[in-house]
């Protein structure tokens, strides 16, 4: 198993999930085993929290490991919406399609 060392080779301040994304498939391949080693990492954004999600489940052989602290708990964060999505039962929301720049510049033009 090929050990990755995510504070080595991104940093330990993660905010943009394209280029988080962007490296590490640059460094992978879904044939072989890795460990994403997050040891050091002091901080990642939601949304790179919710691509190391993703990319557990588009990678079944990589393993995570060592996120600790801040990260740790905003991954921890993101895990649990996945696992339990909201669930908005008594609202309504209207589907409305808007085809071009004009359309959508009248809907919210108008006074509702």
Known sequence: ?????????IGD????????????????N???EYRLDFSGV???????????YNIKLD???LEVVN???????????VERGRLSPRVYEDTHFENIRLNNI??????FEQDI
Do not use: H, N, W
């Not at 301040?13 to 992978?28: K, L, N, S, V, Y």
């Not at 002091?42 to 190391?52: G, H, L, N, Q, Y």
């Not at 602290?69 to 921890?76: L, N, P, R, S, V």
């Open 13 to 28: 301040d993660i905010r943009t999930r394209i280029f988080f994304r962007r490296d590490i498939e640059a460094m992978i």
């Open 42 to 52: 002091v901080f990642i954004t939601r949304s790179v929290a919710d691509e190391i």
């Open 1 to 9: 198993m090929t050990t990755i060392l995510m504070r080595d080779t």
């Open 102 to 107: 004009e359309e959508t510049i009248r809907y």
């Open 67 to 77: 996120l600790q602290g801040e990260a740790k708990k905003m991954y921890d964060v």
């Open 30 to 32: 879904k044939s072989s």
């Open 59 to 61: 990678y079944p052989k």
